[in-house]
């Protein structure tokens, strides 16, 4: 069964820090492509923040967090990490761990992409 468990969200002031972690279990690494971060705020769409391409280690990011978040993978490629720094209040969001082993064209960013979802975890930025 797979399943990926989201960590280590909270609430900080702007211009804090906080190191997300999603720990994958159950699913077969050669067959995930991507592994990446997904937000949702209230009345907003899922956007995608940051993924990791798995064998390969290639880095997607949105413009929005380039320079503030990276995206990392463990040795054992089992957990994944999303340091944020410099964080704002637009930073605001429910934060999704998500794994793909679909095929693709989609795009790296994109939901659609993405067949496993964990529970989100939920980052706040005060101002």
């Known amino acids: 069964q797979v399943q990926l468990v989201e960590s280590g969200g909270g609430s900080v002031q702007a211009g804090g820090s906080l190191r997300l972690s999603c720990a994958a279990s159950g699913y077969t690494y050669s067959n995930n492509l991507l592994m990446g971060w997904f937000r949702q705020a209230p009345g907003k769409e899922r956007e995608g923040v940051a993924c990791i391409q798995i064998t390969g280690g290639y880095t997607y990011y949105a413009d929005s967090v380039k320079g503030r978040f990276t995206i990392s993978r463990d040795g054992g490629k089992n957990t994944i990490y999303l340091q944020m720094n410099s964080l704002k209040p637009e930073d605001t969001a429910m934060y999704y761990c998500?794994?793909?082993?679909?095929?693709?064209?989609?795009?790296?960013?994109?939901?659609?992409?993405?067949?496993?979802w964990g529970q989100g975890t939920q980052v706040t930025v005060s101002s």
């Open positions: 998500a794994a793909s082993s679909l095929g693709g064209g989609m795009g790296p960013l994109t939901p659609p992409t993405y067949n496993y």
